[in-house]
């Protein structure tokens, strides 16, 4: 029931940036925590940042300082800006958005993926 499309990806030399987006779409009641994740070659995926509808965020350790994870509620569509980027911090990302619909017997969770995006870091 919720499309999501991912944008932003691409090749940055270290030191570099890059502003991940992923868009929502399609039977949406309200919008819940919003995500993004990554994934490495033969890594298993792992959570990056996150964003409460209240506006909390959340961060891994590793990206603490240099991600930055926003919302635009009005867009329903969820940014992972992204500084300072080294090679370790090459992989697949995804975004992940929990949300409430209207379901046959009512409001119903759910949750969708974005497609991934490739981010690469490398001289």
């Known amino acids: 029931q919720v499309h999501l499309v991912e944008s932003g990806g691409g090749l940055v030399q270290p030191g570099g940036s890059l502003r991940l987006s992923c868009a929502a779409s399609?039977?949406?009641?309200?919008?819940?925590?919003m995500g993004w994740y990554c994934q490495a070659p033969g890594k298993q995926r792992e959570a990056v940042a996150g964003?409460?509808?209240?506006?909390?965020?959340s961060y891994v350790d590793s990206v603490k300082g240099r991600f930055t994870i926003s919302r635009d509620n009005a867009k329903n569509t969820v940014y992972l800006q992204m500084n300072s980027l080294k090679p370790e911090d090459t992989a697949t990302y995804y975004c992940?958005?929990?949300?409430?619909?209207?379901?046959?017997?009512?409001?119903?969770?759910?949750?969708?993926w974005g497609q991934g995006t490739q981010v690469t870091v490398s001289s």
């Open positions: 992940n958005v929990r949300f409430v619909y209207r379901g046959t017997y009512g409001l119903t969770s759910g949750t969708s």
């Open positions: 399609g039977s949406i009641f309200s919008i819940n925590a």
């Open positions: 964003i409460t509808s209240g506006g909390s965020t």
